[in-house]
């Protein structure tokens, strides 16, 4: 069935170093993807998405990649910041039976040691 | 603030009790969703609405009932609970179902079924 799911459940981090969180996708139809970051006590807030049709996109410090032949999805972030520390779930939308809803993963806990 | 307004932000019900959430969006969008998200689970989609009118039900229990009064506001209506319903219940909006440009979530309801 559908899934969209990360290989890490928690990624410690040092402040200042680059943070790489993972997420693979079983859905080859969806065309679209976003990451967003949800920190304690907040819903989740859009970071970045992507389409089907690029492989790169750049944020402000983020930067997410798109591998379609393997179905994974990547979140990159450059300098890591205390502020960083959240939850981050990468979500899917397009094709099959979730056809115009977004579908997320269990979210990766980002910790950023100072 | 996000544009996406919930309140209550914190609600404790007993599970004879009948509460209802709010959702409030200033965002001009036109879909309007209620997801649920439980402890070390991936978000689970709930209802969504288009222009007022309900268009998906992910096989919810009607003690979960939705009500979407115009396109700037969504309720949840909850009636004979159980403790496992006890869960943060995010509201989000997006210009259009399946809008390839994300969904704008709020920042909760903590719900507490006792």
């Known amino acids: 069935g559908e899934s969209v799911g990360l290989h890490l459940p928690t990624l410690s981090v040092q402040e200042g170093d680059n943070s790489i969180i993972n997420c693979a996708y079983s859905n080859s139809a969806s065309d679209y993807f976003i990451w967003y970051k949800q920190e304690s006590g907040k819903g989740p807030q859009f970071i970045i998405d992507?389409?089907?049709?690029?492989d790169k996109r750049q944020g402000q410090r983020v930067t997410v990649l798109l591998n379609k032949t393997v179905k994974h999805l990547s979140l990159q972030i450059a300098a890591t910041q205390p502020g960083d520390s959240a939850v981050y779930f990468c979500a899917e939308m397009g094709g099959g039976g979730s056809q115009g809803n977004l579908i997320f993963g269990k979210g990766t806990k980002l910790s950023v040691k100072p | 603030e996000t544009g996406v307004t919930q309140t209550p932000r914190h609600l404790v019900m007993g599970m004879t009790n009948k509460k209802s959430l709010k959702c409030e969006q200033h965002?001009?969008?036109?879909?309007m969703y209620w997801y649920k998200q439980s402890a070390k689970k991936p978000l689970e989609l709930m209802f969504v609405?288009?222009?007022?009118?309900?268009?998906e039900n992910n096989s919810v229990p009607s003690r979960f009932s939705p009500e979407c009064p115009n396109s700037s506001h969504l309720f949840l209506h909850l009636h004979t609970l159980q403790p496992e319903d006890s869960a943060l219940y995010l509201c989000a909006s997006s210009q259009a179902p399946g809008s390839n440009y994300g969904y704008t979530f709020g920042s909760g309801t903590r719900l507490t079924v006792v």
């Open positions: 965002l001009g969008h036109n879909a």
């Open positions: 609405y288009s222009l007022e009118e309900r268009v």
């Open positions: 992507i389409r089907s049709n690029m």
